[in-house]
């Protein structure tokens, strides 16, 4: 397995990126000032509110709040995850990608070049096989269009064992293991081939970047299964990919939805009447994978599931797959289709705007999630009560912190009739429980945050003002809240005084404090008085006092109720005569 990449690796690659020219081959920007402009590829908005930055290597939206670096806004807004967006930014620059441990990426570039080559082939078939009319006929009764059809890449396997085989390998055994790796033909005993895929309608799945990473067939007559998906390969690996996301990406510059059916047909069928936000699970239930890779698309999700008891368990299975990755602004709801019906013939019999109206009354998730759980109990009982919270507590723990969770647990409250800090609100990780008020009373220290605050944002925006900060060892002993982070980032930006904010970023993505960082590098920079550096030292000061304070305020305590020793006393008088000045 390919080793990670090297943390120096991404940081050269991201102080080599300008992030104008990353973000400007997906969205044009102006210039604006300092910095570029742009409506935000995020959200629908009239005037321009989405800015980047040169200097910092940051992007931020004013309007919907998105901010990132490059890598982030390849993740993002083209769907990479985090070792293909620096693989892109890589390929810019004409870089190879190297990996820790001395091991290589695999190459899986003759996998993708037969799944090409096939998929080539199978579309071949669909024209001019001698039996191309049973497939040709199979989807023009669906009612797809010969446009549709070559948007998503239809094909014909034909029914002859070893059509592809003899095709694309011949004799060649090398070249015969190379289809069984890529899940196009299958060894049945030693030296024995046969293609996977015979007298089928081809459905090429596409990866995020469009290339061809396996296949969907479609029986014509009644044989078994009536849909046969690749296997598992080195580049394909159905819980985590979806059927039509590459097309619905293509087709929407901003996804305001994706709706998940069940079938490649469902799909196909509803992009032929104008409903381009479709994709369709490879044969399994909406895994973790699946929901996290939607939500890199869309902050809105609907589940569209038959309204039978099948139906219905899916469903919980993509309800319960949600929860950890239900993030302040985001959204699942449920569609039920009635009996009988499924997407593709809704669309054909009632017309798409049939199916809209079905998406826009999709039941919530979280009128799903407790309607399901209170089905069956007795509300105005104690006994009914008690099992609804018995039922909702593992559920509402896997949410992550926010809002969303913090209500998901009032609604509970509401129905159970008890406080949501005795249901046992936020168990799994003390996230969702309720804030207690601050003491007004609290000393200085203990109000320090509002201070440590500024000193850290102003690192994050001014990075290279920790290069050079006197008194570490000072500053290393502070206790106040925040003190960790603080000399955490001092540390890094010692070791890295070249960085960005965008850089920053980066280092922290995968730190426990990342999203506070992330929201401190999206607000606005600290107003300046004076030059960076006086503004800077004045409140490190600051912050080195509120440390002597909480000293002077032990020993006078102490000097209350019993003697202070000779080194207490000095101490006593220097900090004493240091505050003053």
Known sequence: MAGRIPRQFIDDVLARTDIVDVIDSYVKLTKGGRDFKACCPFHQEKSPSFTVSQEKQFY??????????????????????FPEAVENLAERLGLEVPREGGAPRADYAAVHEVLDAANRWFRNQLRQHQRKSMAVDYLKGR????????????????????????????????????????????????????DKFRGRVMFPIHSRRGQVIGFGGRVLDDGQPKYLNSPETPVFHKGRELYGLWQARRANRKLQRLVVVEGYMDVVALSQFGITWAVASLGTAATGEHVERLFQATSHILFCFDGDRAGRQAAW??????????RDG???????????????????????????????AATPLSDYLFGELAAGLELDRIEGRSQLAERARPLLNKLPPGVFGELAWQRLAEQTRLPADRLGAGEAGGSNKPTPARPAHEPASSRSPSLMRTVITMLVHYPHLGGNISGREALRALTVPGAELLNELLDLLAERPDLTTGGVLELFRDH???????KLAAGTPPLLDTGLDAELGDALKKLLNLKAEERIRALTEKARDATLTPAEAQEFKTLLAGHKN
């Open 512 to 518: 426990p404090h990342g999203p506070h960082i992330a």
């Open 60 to 81: 931020h939206c004013f309007g919907c709040g998105a901010h990132g670096s490059a890598v982030g806004f390849l993740m993002e807004y083209a769907g990479l995850d």
């Open 143 to 194: 009612g797809l269009s010969g446009q549709i059809a070559g948007t998503y890449e239809l094909g014909f396997a034909p029914p002859a064992r070893d059509a592809l085989l003899q095709e694309l390998a011949g004799q060649d055994i090398e070249r015969r293991n190379l289809l069984v790796t890529a899940g196009l033909a299958v060894e049945r005993t030693p030296g024995q081939y046969a």
């Open 330 to 360: 985001r959204e699942v709801g449920f569609m039920f289709l009635p009996d009988g019906e499924d997407p593709d013939t809704l669309v054909r019999n009632r017309g798409p705007e049939a199916f809209t109206a079905a998406a826009d």
């Open 317 to 326: 299975r993509a309800l319960e797959n949600s929860l950890p990755y239900l």
